[in-house]
């Protein structure tokens, strides 16, 4: 595939090289020359230096021949309308635009492209992992609206059915791995302490899950002396 990378930060630059390793035609585009500096000393792909939003430059990236664009610069002005250029004007369908400040989300989601937040995104593991949760998030898709999660029955649900134990909506079990063997469960699967459930589900339903769930054993070590 041939991809535009517009914007050569941290992001962009490891994207390109990564996109590269991966065989793509790539080309990064940054208004400052000092930025290709941040690229992989590998990277072999074509850098262009001008103004992101200006058609000579984006016709000099290879525009019209592209098959995706990542907007990642620092700017969600910028790359929103770098996305709405880009599928505009030049027909690229397959555009990726970072978002960088949460606020601005309903710009990018107005003008349809797929988004990806790392501020939102980066939050909410962070949360995760503060709060000590019970099932482990091991895929998270959009920007963490729905999320695929690890968790290991516990005791209490042993002999009980995947309806009893899931909510009715908003989260499903994808699998159910037992003495080292996968299978799709169905609603009146019964689980035994020890199972993996691989669930998918939203944040919300996840988070009433866990409020059903035993707590997690306290260290001798950790807990308080009176």
Not at 173 to 178: I, N, S, V
Request: with cysteine.
């Amino acid at each position: 595939m041939v991809i535009l990378v517009v914007g050569c930060g941290r992001v962009g630059a490891e994207l390109a090289y990564r996109l590269e390793r991966r065989g793509h035609q790539v080309t990064v585009v940054d208004q400052v020359a000092s930025a290709f500096e941040r690229l992989h000393p590998e990277f072999r792909g074509r850098t262009v230096e001008g103004e992101v939003l200006s058609r000579e430059v984006l016709q000099r990236a290879g525009i019209e021949r592209a098959d995706g664009l990542a907007a990642v610069t620092n700017s969600d002005s910028i790359n929103a309308a770098l996305v709405h250029v880009a599928r505009g004007q030049y027909h690229v369908s397959n555009c990726v635009v970072r978002n960088y400040d949460p606020r601005c989300m309903p710009l990018h989601e107005a003008f349809g492209a797929q988004v990806v937040s790392s501020s939102i995104w980066g939050a909410q593991r962070i949360e995760e992992l503060l709060h000590g949760s019970v099932g482990r998030c091991v895929f998270s898709a959009g920007n963490g609206e729905v999320e695929i999660y690890e968790l290991p029955v516990p005791e209490s649900w042993d002999g009980r059915r995947v309806r009893e134990v899931l909510p009715e909506s908003g989260c499903l079990a994808a699998a159910l791995t037992r003495a080292g063997r996968a299978v799709i469960p169905e609603r009146e699967t019964a689980l035994a302490s020890g199972d993996v459930l691989l669930l998918i589900a939203t944040r919300e339903r996840i988070e009433d899950l866990r409020k059903r769930l035993p707590k997690p054993r306290q260290e001798e070590g950790e807990r308080c002396s009176s």
